[in-house]
Structure formats: structure tokens, C-alpha cells
């Protein structure tokens, strides 16, 4: 499975984006997904995680509220809907697919099998 991130970019403090993450060379139906991110000098970073059907989804504590994560199955892609950026939500974005069947959301880097190239999002003050 190859996972494509795009939907980056610069915005202001305050503003919105939304990431997309396509799936090719497989699907992605069966598999709960996340999002990391990794800012300079620091560690990837959990950010949100969907059940392989879009009916279960967990945040980290710094993006709950503001970020929402969804997926459609049919088009084989995930979403994260950032609002109300901030300059410390700067990063590179990757998204991951967990396709072993769990009981809980996977939030460790690694439980995820397969990793996009990542998108760089980066919020102005």
C-alpha cells in the first residue's frame, strides 16, 4: 500500500486546511489510520487515529477540538480537518495504516505498517 499526503501549505494563526491521504496499491477498508506529525528537532507525534469504519475516532489532547479526522472508504482516503491553526501545529504531517485488527485505536508509531512522505504544514503568527 502507498499512502499519498497532500493538502499542506502556509496559513495563519487561527486559519484553516484540510490534509488528504490516498491510498494506492491496496485498500484501505479493512484498516484503522492516523495521523502524526513531526516538528523540527522533535519526535513524530500521535495526532489522531480512525477505526477502518469512520466510527471511532481519538486526538492528542493538543489538536482535541480543533482537528477532526474521517475517511471515505469509497475513495480510499483519509482526511484530517485542522481548524483553528496555531504556529506550534507546524510540521511535517504523515499519515500511517495499521492493518493489524485491533481492540483499541492504534497511537504508537509502531503499530502502523505503512507511512506517507509526509506534508509540510506550517502556521504563521
Known amino acids: 500500500v502507498q499512502l499519498v499526503e497532500s493538502g499542506g501549505g502556509l496559513v495563519q494563526a487561527g486559519g484553516s486546511l484540510r490534509l488528504s491521504c490516498a491510498a494506492s496499491?491496496?485498500?484501505?477498508?479493512?484498516?484503522?489510520m492516523g495521523w502524526f506529525r513531526q516538528a523540527p528537532g522533535k519526535e513524530r507525534e500521535f495526532v489522531a487515529a480512525i477505526t477502518y469504519s469512520g466510527s471511532q475516532t481519538y486526538y492528542a489532547d493538543s489538536v482535541k477540538g480543533r482537528f477532526t479526522m474521517f475517511r471515505d472508504n469509497a475513495k480510499n482516503t483519509v482526511y484530517l480537518q485542522m481548524n483553528s491553526l496555531k504556529p506550534e501545529d507546524t510540521a511535517v504531517y504523515y499519515c500511517?495504516?495499521?492493518?493489524?485488527?485491533?481492540?483499541?485505536?492504534?497511537?504508537?508509531?509502531?503499530?502502523?505498517?505503512?507511512w506517507g512522505q509526509g506534508t509540510q504544514v506550517t502556521v504563521s503568527s
Open positions: 500511517a495504516a495499521d492493518t493489524y485488527q485491533r481492540v483499541r485505536l492504534p497511537i504508537r508509531k509502531d503499530e502502523y505498517d505503512y
Open positions: 496499491g491496496g485498500r484501505i477498508s479493512n484498516s484503522a
